[in-house]
């Protein structure tokens, strides 16, 4: 990602529990089932430390002429411990997992929700496929340490300070050694701790860009296989597959290493504390009991330390996923709606004005779209955008939608600049047909009402029958309810802008902007879609990227590009007879289309376009 903490950009390693800090609201929505999960925690631990006192009285008090009553009675007791033992640990293991699961929803759809919000800029530096594997694969690895890790992590934290504290009472002058050999086992944990995130991070992006180009060469399947490409693109993804590997395996042994020395570490100390503790009973400074429950308090603190050391290394490796999906969350919107937003004149009129607008693309700075670009859009005025490749007409767009802000200049809607204007309603006056329209999985009726939620099937109806999508909508297997695949796959690229269109017209907005709208349809649906155009348009300020000789003739006004600035301006005859750019680029492909034109005659498909595509 092009956006990173400050602790990523300056290489920095942060602790685990600092990184995984920011998730912590989420939790804290639920503090009803971390109370539960707590109460059940401490009846856990509880039964467990019980165990060893009832050990120490049977063998210093059970092993006697009468002691098979008090054998019974401890055993029996001891029975009872299980059980409760086996209850508040159900308890514990279903609060806390599903604590976990519900961390995760609620994290997975906040990171979701900020990234429909980030403006096109955050996207332009960041592949779909990267971004999906945080929400998956990320994801994933942190609903593990919340679901489990932190399960493991809680119940023997609470068991080892308890265990600790049992020592103490039992033998205060062996739990000295104990304790002081901790920090021996602690610092060793704690560095390689970091040593295991890090990796993890690694690993986890060389999944991510895996996952990344997964995603662009499944997108492009048809293109891939077109040109003989499947063998090259699996051994592509084999070799970034690798890699994920190479890091996986870098990260599991380091945390192989942390488990190894954090059990040598734990056991060679409870080894010492016995062979101590074996003195004492030789030398009847202590009962066999009272060793017996000090060496099973001291091995279910070395347990549950061994165990902390485990979780440990699974929160070093969620660290590294959760940072990453943190810098989405701390991700800003550079397009944003301003304090305070001054609203949008009412009724709305769809007046459009670009005053004096400089701007460059954030991944070309060095490059100016757009040039102190100046025009304006009358009410109700249609304009075509025409120019060379690279010229700016796209950008003019993307402005309009306000996907950018301009380095310098204005652009007005209805007097109100845009820039103090909420992107919400701003769109909302806006409707888009661009020249690749996006069809989503999903079906007819639910594409095109994507322009208006609320319409109703009759209203949909309509808007299919103005943009001459209706009569193959019918024919298709369920009708509107026909699910159309990924991307509209199983469309033509025609009907795939009838549905975009229907969609524009759908939501009715005062402003329309058309990328070339009719560019992938045949003749016959043109003609039909262009008189639906035509009646959409009444009364609508319309913007159109225009490609076609019909769609030019049929502006008010027609805008000549060039290098992101107007160079001309006027209608289609007046800048002809100019003889300048408009002149050259009708010239070089209009003029079989002209001459038939000035005949009366339809143009020949071969001469209908400008050389004018972004």
């Not at 009364?539 to 160079?567: F, K």
Request: net charge positive; hydrophobic share 50%; proline share 5%.
């Amino acid at each position: 990602m092009a956006r990173k903490t400050k602790a990523a950009a300056d290489g920095r390693p942060k602790a685990p529990l600092s990184a995984l800090r920011p998730l912590i609201p989420f939790a804290l929505r639920y503090r009803v089932r971390i109370a539960a999960g707590l109460i059940a925690l401490v009846c856990a631990s509880a039964s467990t430390l019980v165990v060893p006192i009832a050990m120490r009285r049977v063998i210093d008090h059970g092993f006697t002429a009468d002691g098979s009553g008090v054998i019974d009675a401890y055993f029996l007791a001891l029975l009872g411990v299980v059980a409760a033992f086996a209850l508040s640990s159900a308890a514990r293991v279903y609060t806390v997992v599903s604590l976990g699961e519900r961390v995760v929803a609620d994290l997975r759809s906040a990171v979701f929700a900020r990234l429909t919000l980030l403006d096109p800029a955050f996207f332009d530096r960041s592949q779909s496929g990267e971004i999906v594997s945080r929400l998956t694969a990320d994801a994933t690895q942190i609903k593990s340490a919340f679901g489990v890790s932190v399960s493991i992590l809680l119940r023997n934290l609470f068991l080892f300070v308890g265990a600790t504290a049992m020592m103490v009472v039992t033998s205060p002058r062996l739990s000295v050694m104990v304790l002081a050999a901790i920090p021996i086992i602690v610092f060793p944990l704690i560095v390689s701790g970091r040593g295991v995130r890090r990796r993890s991070r690694a690993a986890q992006d060389r999944l991510a860009d895996a996952s990344a180009y997964a995603a662009e060469a499944v997108g492009a399947v048809r293109t891939m296989q077109a040109f003989g490409r499947s063998a090259a693109t699996a051994a592509r993804f084999a070799a970034a597959s690798e890699e994920a590997y190479l890091a996986a395996r870098a990260s599991i042994r380091a945390r192989a290493l942390l488990t190894g020395v954090a059990i040598f570490l734990i056991s060679a100390s409870v080894v010492g504390v016995m062979w101590y503790g074996a003195q004492g009973v030789l030398n009847h400074t202590m009962t066999g009991g009272e060793l017996s429950q000090f060496v099973l308090y001291a091995v279910f603190g070395a347990g549950a330390l061994g165990q902390l050391s485990e979780v440990y290394g699974d929160l070093a490796m969620s660290a590294g996923a959760a940072e990453r999906l943190t810098e989405i969350l701390a991700a800003e919107p550079a397009i944003r709606a301003p304090s305070p937003v001054m609203p949008l004149p009412e009724p709305a009129r769809g007046s459009v004005s670009f005053e004096e607008v400089r701007f460059a693309y954030p991944t070309r700075p060095e490059h100016a779209a757009l040039g102190g670009l100046s025009f304006t859009a009358a009410p109700g005025e249609r304009i075509a955008i025409v120019g060379p490749s690279g010229a700016g007409k796209s950008t003019v767009f993307q402005l309009l939608l306000r996907f950018y802000d301009p380095q310098s200049g204005r652009i007005l809607v209805d007097g109100t600049d845009i820039a103090r204007v909420d992107p919400e309603r701003l769109r909302s006056r806006i409707a888009l047909v661009p020249q690749d329209p996006v069809v989503f999985s999903g079906t007819v009726t639910e594409n095109i009402r994507y322009g208006r939620p609320e319409a109703g099937e009759a209203e949909v109806r309509r808007a299919a029958e103005l943009a001459n999508a209706h009569g193959f909508v019918t024919a298709l297997p369920q009708g509107y309810a026909t699910q159309v695949g990924e991307r509209g796959v199983t469309l033509s690229g025609g009907q795939r802008q009838r549905i975009a269109i229907a969609r524009a017209i759908l939501k009715d907005a005062p402003i329309l902007l058309l990328d070339e709208a009719t560019s992938a349809l045949d003749a016959e649906s043109e003609r039909a879609v262009q008189a639906a155009l035509a009646t959409l348009m009444q009364g609508r300020t319309t913007l159109v990227i225009a490609h076609r000789l019909a769609t030019i003739r049929a502006a008010d006004r027609i805008l000549v590009l060039d290098d992101g600035r107007i160079v001309e301006t006027g209608t289609h005859e007046s800048l002809l007879a100019q003889g300048a750019l408009y002149a050259q680029l009708a010239n070089l492909q209009f003029t079989d289309a002209l001459d038939e034109t000035a005949r009366g005659k339809e143009p020949r498909s071969r001469g209908e376009r400008l050389p004018v595509a972004d």
